[in-house]
């Protein structure tokens, strides 16, 4: 990027934090989406069900994980850590060698699925594709006559699209 044409309007710092705002609003759906992930793999009721720091390496057998993404796993690991559904905390092994263990929050508990104040079903439902699609359609809905973006995406109304889909239902 050239910053000479810019510089006498404004300062580069303020352009790269500007950018890094702008970033960030275009990145956000990351978390969203690695919760998801996280839920749909089941790693909270892992984790829980393990009863201790729970290691990456045994979180990637025990959700059976492909040997050549543990360190994607490790990934999604370190954003429900930044997100706080999840704490790591100091793993003692065999040979006195200190890893990082996987322990579920307050906030994590909430998306077990044996909890009675779960919300992994809405959390689920909610970033869902059929669900998540009318926000991609929010320009043209502003610029047609459908009543909802929800009709833009699906080319219906909420409640007929449930009556199609009976899993949306339960």
């Not at 275009?26 to 919760?35: A, E, G, H, K």
């Not at 043209?140 to 109304?157: I, L, V």
Request: net charge negative; aromatic share 12%.
């Amino acid at each position: 990027m050239n910053f000479g044409a810019i510089e006498s309007e404004y300062k580069v710092d303020d352009v790269l934090a500007a950018q890094a705002h702008v970033w960030k609003y275009i990145f956000n759906f990351i978390d969203s989406m690695s919760l998801k992930c996280a839920v749909e793999l089941g790693i909270p009721d892992v984790i829980h069900k393990y009863g201790k720091p729970m290691s990456l390496s045994m979180l990637a057998t025990t959700l059976f994980i492909n040997p050549e993404k543990v360190q994607a796993l490790g990934r999604i690991m370190s954003i429900l850590v930044r997100s706080g559904f999840i704490t790591e905390n100091k793993l003692v092994v065999e040979n006195n060698d200190e890893k990082e263990g996987y322990m579920l929050t307050k906030v994590g508990e909430l998306l077990l699925r044996e909890n009675q104040l779960t919300v992994a079903p809405f959390l689920l439902a909610m970033l869902n594709q059929e669900f998540t699609k009318p926000w991609d359609c929010l320009a043209r809905w502003f610029q047609n006559g459908d009543k909802t973006a929800f009709q833009t995406a699906h080319g219906m109304m909420l409640y007929e699209f449930a009556n199609n889909m009976p899993e949306f239902n339960e």
